[in-house]
């Protein structure tokens, strides 16, 4: 079985631009008809790829191993069509939500002894079978990481010019916003990307060669990975991406214009136009720009948009624009490289993300469930290509981990379970395996109410 849960709070890892558009989706309501349909074409795309990943994996690991496949199914509840080839039936359910693979022998009940049984095989076979789905979406999402930094390369910050300190007293003194690093650990940097590389090595100690106009200084600090770089970075105010019939494209904005003022107050970054933008929902802001050297002028109302920090909702300002960045390209083994990377940090996310849950430092309101996600892939796909594989993957490894926790019905449930039987030299009975999978479901049920009760919330703004 397959259930699908998502915190918010991992979205950034799917690309930098998601922090200003994925992340602040359309709570409220779907703007348009081809915006709804939209959303709803990308959401099913998006399950249907997922569900029949995870049980392929199931279906092909039990195929291997000898065990009988009763049912292939692509979605859960009544049966809409189906056929049967190989002692297996393919079918179509109505609730495009998940999906699972029945295997012969595995419900209480079933249990025959025979030797294409699910409980026939010995325990590894078992967990082998069972580990396959969730791993399966842990593949298809190393996968996609490694085809979209192949096709599209990756965003880099261009240049590496300071926006404003973390959190120290003693380095604000010292450094100002537009202050530009030369070198890092007296290595020449050209932009963020390069610095982040640096910071892979994890180094002790932190030296910087920092210009500000004509004079250069130097910068040396302790560096500990868990308080974070000092450094924010500084993006030009420079649209990268305009979303369709925005505010941004009905005033008539261009991809490369540059924001010079909002309202006569000057703005120097892309962050300095946001907090301008996000104050004034729904309020007229006359904004200059600059495109091919000439200045040009217009008014524009933000867009209000509800979003969801840390379980309370909050209305913002929104153009619909992203900031211009650089893509950096890699070849074969370079996009191998780096999709992985992705791929090991997108799990380290969604681990920290589940710790800080259990530790209340993240609200549960920030859990969105099948509606968050189809609005979701929706926005993704409004961005383009590159954002919606790049949401499919993070969703995809948000599935990985959370099939994985030991709780039953899920995949982690059945792992602990056999882990008991391997330790107590002893199967549950039938009657014990089905109260304990009762109970579970039950909690699990729980869970999902909540998590429907997070997105229904969500779209009334509450």
Same mark, same amino acid.
């Given at each position: 079985?397959?259930?699908?849960?998502?915190?918010?709070?991992?979205?950034?890892?799917?690309?930098?631009?998601?922090?200003?558009?994925?992340?602040?989706?359309?709570?409220?309501?779907?703007?348009?008809?081809?915006?709804?349909?939209? &959303?709803?074409?990308?959401?099913?795309?998006?399950? &249907?790829?997922?569900?029949?990943?995870?049980?392929?994996?199931?279906?092909?690991?039990?195929?291997?191993?000898?065990?009988?496949?009763?049912?292939?199914?692509?979605?859960?509840?009544?049966?809409?069509?189906?056929?049967?080839?190989?002692?297996?039936?393919?079918?179509?359910?109505?609730?495009?939500?998940?999906?699972? =693979?029945?295997?012969?022998?595995?419900?209480?009940?079933?249990?025959?002894?025979?030797?294409?049984?699910?409980?026939?095989?010995?325990?590894?076979?078992?967990?082998?079978?069972?580990?396959?789905?969730?791993?399966?979406?842990?593949?298809?999402?190393?996968?996609?990481?490694?085809?979209? =930094?192949?096709?599209?390369? =990756?965003?880099?910050?261009?240049?590496?010019?300071?926006?404003?300190?973390?959190?120290?007293?003693?380095?604000?003194?010292?450094?100002?916003?537009?202050?530009?690093?030369?070198?890092?650990?007296?290595?020449?940097?050209?932009?963020?990307?390069?610095?982040?590389?640096?910071?892979?090595?994890?180094?002790?100690?932190?030296?910087?060669?920092?210009?500000?106009?004509?004079?250069?200084?130097?910068?040396?600090?302790?560096?500990?990975?868990?308080?974070?770089?000092?450094?924010?970075?500084?993006?030009?105010?420079?649209?990268?991406?305009?979303?369709?019939?925005?505010?941004?494209?009905?005033?008539?904005?261009?991809?490369?214009?540059?924001?010079?003022?909002?309202?006569?107050?000057?703005?120097?970054?892309?962050?300095?136009?946001?907090?301008?933008?996000?104050?004034?929902?729904?309020?007229?802001?006359?904004?200059?720009?600059?495109?091919?050297?000439?200045?040009?002028?217009?008014? =524009?109302?933000?867009?209000?948009?509800?979003?969801?920090?840390?379980?309370?909702?909050?209305?913002?300002?929104?153009?619909?624009?992203?900031?211009?960045?650089?893509?950096?390209?890699?070849?074969?083994?370079?996009?191998?490289?780096?999709?992985?990377?992705?791929?090991?940090?997108?799990?380290?996310?969604?681990?920290?993300?589940?710790?800080?849950?259990?530790?209340?430092?993240?609200?549960?309101?920030?859990?969105?469930?099948?509606?968050?996600?189809?609005?979701?892939?929706?926005?993704?796909?409004?961005?383009?290509?590159?954002?919606?594989?790049?949401?499919?993957?993070?969703?995809?490894?948000?599935?990985?981990?959370?099939?994985?926790?030991?709780?039953?019905?899920?995949?982690?449930?059945?792992?602990?379970?056999?882990?008991?039987?391997?330790?107590?030299?002893?199967?549950?009975?039938?009657?014990?395996?089905?109260?304990?999978?009762?109970?579970?479901?039950?909690?699990?049920?729980?869970?999902?109410?909540?998590?429907?009760?997070?997105?229904?919330?969500?779209?009334?703004?509450?």
């Amino acid at each position: 079985m397959l259930c699908a849960f998502l915190c918010e709070t991992s979205l950034p890892y799917v690309s930098p631009r998601f922090r200003y558009s994925v992340l602040h989706f359309r709570s409220t309501q779907f703007l348009t008809f081809e915006t709804m349909v939209l &959303t709803i074409i990308a959401g099913l795309v998006l399950f &249907t790829i997922m569900v029949i990943s995870h049980e392929f994996g199931h279906f092909i690991a039990a195929k291997i191993t000898g065990i009988g496949v009763k049912r292939f199914s692509i979605g859960l509840g009544p049966k809409l069509f189906g056929f049967r080839s190989g002692g297996t039936e393919y079918v179509l359910s109505l609730v495009p939500l998940g999906g699972y =693979v029945k295997m012969k022998g595995m419900e209480p009940g079933e249990i025959k002894g025979e030797k294409d049984e699910f409980f026939s095989k010995s325990i590894l076979v078992r967990t082998f079978v069972v580990l396959s789905g969730p791993f399966l979406n842990l593949i298809l999402a190393f996968i996609i990481y490694f085809f979209t =930094v192949l096709s599209f390369g =990756v965003d880099v910050i261009p240049g590496t010019n300071i926006e404003s300190v973390n959190d120290n007293p003693l380095l604000n003194e010292r450094v100002k916003k537009g202050d530009n690093i030369i070198t890092l650990n007296n290595k020449d940097v050209r932009n963020w990307y390069e610095i982040s590389k640096i910071l892979e090595d994890k180094p002790d100690s932190l030296n910087f060669l920092i210009k500000r106009d004509d004079s250069l200084f130097t910068i040396n600090i302790q560096y500990k990975k868990d308080e974070g770089f000092p450094f924010v970075p500084m993006i030009e105010p420079i649209i990268g991406i305009i979303e369709k019939n925005s505010p941004a494209d009905n005033l008539g904005l261009k991809k490369g214009d540059r924001f010079l003022s909002i309202n006569g107050k000057e703005i120097k970054s892309f962050e300095d136009m946001r907090m301008e933008v996000s104050v004034n929902p729904e309020k007229t802001l006359e904004i200059e720009w600059k495109r091919n050297g000439m200045i040009m002028k217009g008014e =524009v109302v933000p867009r209000k948009q509800k979003i969801q920090e840390n379980g309370k909702t909050k209305e913002i300002g929104l153009l619909g624009v992203v900031a211009k960045t650089e893509k950096l390209q890699f070849g074969f083994f370079g996009s191998f490289k780096e999709g992985f990377r992705r791929t090991v940090e997108s799990i380290k996310l969604i681990f920290s993300i589940i710790v800080m849950l259990f530790r209340r430092q993240i609200s549960p309101r920030t859990l969105g469930g099948p509606i968050a996600i189809f609005q979701l892939a929706g926005e993704s796909a409004r961005w383009g290509l590159e954002f919606y594989l790049g949401f499919m993957a993070i969703l995809s490894i948000n599935l990985f981990i959370f099939n994985l926790i030991p709780f039953p019905p899920l995949d982690g449930g059945h792992i602990l379970i056999f882990g008991i039987e391997k330790l107590i030299r002893k199967r549950p009975t039938e009657k014990q395996y089905q109260l304990i999978q009762q109970i579970g479901f039950a909690i699990l049920l729980i869970l999902v109410a909540f998590i429907f009760y997070n997105d229904i919330m969500r779209i009334r703004g509450r």
